[in-house]
């Protein structure tokens, strides 16, 4: 590609990426590189954790070590912290959820790959429906099915105001809960890739203008570079906010009192 086919400025249709594999004349978009990320993905983390458990040592090995941080790390300062004992059980999901959406995010900073799944709305809205399930599901399972929707949605308030209060309880607790879940990190994802490819084409659109420009293009680049660190931090906070936040809902749920 010669610098005058750069695309630019990128746009959203930069996200809808031609299939890999064909499939019929007007199926595009069956199988791309954002589907084989996220295959990608799940067989990386089951692979490293069956292979860092297979034989697991008293004195670990690296790999055993860092598996067995990621799963300390989530169980201690997450499901323990955010929902106490009983939070334990839910470690193993909670890691799994922690050690995908960190490994999706990171692809976005991965040279030659640098798009996220998760700058598709469909991953994260399937996360975080997933999430949503299963937090209603121990809430109706803990407390049963009657008790738990009337503790979800009846506030302890004057009677008078209740018919105010449960549309707003129902409206937070059932639609706005998922929603912000998959938005924020849907949004996330979405802008730092956008971001890096403004500042990147940028600097191949100013190099190919013209020669005045060429100082400015390199500003471009590094200013990329800046970015992309700060991409990573946005990477790894992004997967602990939507592991912590789901953690927060099954201790809500998981609570005598809302």
Known sequence: MV??????????????????????????????????????TTALIIIFFL????????????????????????????AV???????VKFA???????????????????PFVQISPNSHIAFPAFLAVLSYVMFIWVGIRHHGFVKYFKM????????????????IEFFSTFLVRPFSLAVRLFANMFAGHMLLLV??????????ANAWFIPFSIVSWVMTIALTFLEFLVICLQAYVFTVLTASYVQGALADEH
């Open 92 to 110: 193993p999901y909670l890691t799994t959820l922690f050690a995908f959406i960190l490994l999706n995010n990171f692809w976005g900073i991965v």
């Open 81 to 87: 912290e955010m929902i106490g004992p009983a939070g």
């Open 199 to 208: 500042f990147t084409l940028g600097g191949f659109a100013m190099l190919n």
């Open 152 to 167: 979800s949605l009846v506030p302890p308030a004057p009677w008078f105001i209740l018919p105010l209060l449960i549309p």
């Open 51 to 78: 292979v860092s458990y297979r034989k697991p040592q008293l004195v670990p090995t690296k790999k055993q070590w860092l598996a067995e941080s990621v799963y300390g790390f989530v169980r201690n300062n997450i």
């Open 3 to 40: 610098l005058a086919d750069v695309p630019f400025p990128p746009s959203v249709e930069d996200f809808y990426l031609p299939s890999i594999l064909p499939w019929g004349e007007h199926d595009n978009y069956w199988f791309t590189k954002i589907t084989a990320l996220v295959w990608l």
